[in-house]
């Protein structure tokens, strides 16, 4: 028991502090625009959060602060804001490309998810809750708040990456692709072995 709370400890912690340096790197750049895109992400995340535990969608188990509140609000509330930013200051300009920058974020958050779920305590699907409504709801929530970044975000305050790297060949095709591909095959091997 715990060697397990330990690794949960530390993974609750690495999480925390890599999203803290990844926000603050990028909201040194502009305070005030980014630093509303986190807030409000953030908050956005906790609500809901704290709704799908209420309805009984999902738990957490383990907790860093278990007697403050019933959800890691402080991973929830630095985590999704960095995923965010990150999304709003490197998303390519056109749809077309933002498409396979989102699918690479969300693949990775969901194989991040995944595995904290099958060998940690920190998440727990309950009712009527799976894999898909993670996925489903990790779209929707990155998407979103992509448009709202639009509207938060000048153009001058953002990195967006080139659409020629998505070329064949380029290195964002390649990173990507690799992804993708590495992704599905472990999503297929995991959706095989829950049934």
């Known amino acids: ?24 790197l990028i909201l040194k750049i502009n305070w005030k625009k980014y630093g509303l ?11 809901l959060c ?12 383990f ?9 890691p609000f402080e991973i929830i509330f630095t985590s999704f804001p960095f ?21 690479g974020i969300v693949h990775l958050g969901m194989l991040g998810e995944t595995l904290l779920l099958l060998n940690t305590n920190l998440i727990q699907y309950d009712w009527k809750w799976d894999f898909w409504d993670s996925y489903t709801w990790w779209w929707i929530f990155l998407l979103i708040f992509d448009w709202i970044g639009d509207l938060i975000i000048p153009d001058n305050l953002r990195n967006p990456i080139d659409s020629k790297s998505f070329r064949y060949g380029k290195w964002a095709f390649i990173v990507f692709h690799f992804i993708f591909i590495t992704t599905i095959f472990l999503a297929g ?3 095989g072995t829950v049934k």
Do not use: D, H
């Not at 056109?94 to 699918?103: H, L, T």
């Open 63 to 71: 907790r860093l602060f278990p007697s403050i509140s019933s959800m």
């Open 37 to 47: 895109l986190f807030l409000s992400s953030g908050f956005i995340g906790i609500i």
């Open 83 to 103: 995923l965010v930013l990150v999304g709003v200051r490197y998303s390519p300009n056109s749809w077309a490309y933002k498409i396979p920058f989102y699918w």
């Open 50 to 61: 704290y709704i799908f535990i209420k309805i009984g969608f999902y738990s957490y188990p």
């Open 1 to 24: 028991m715990n060697l397990q709370l330990n690794m949960e400890t530390l993974i609750s912690i690495t999480a925390i502090i890599i999203s803290c340096v990844g926000s603050y």
């Open 189 to 191: 091997y995991y959706l």
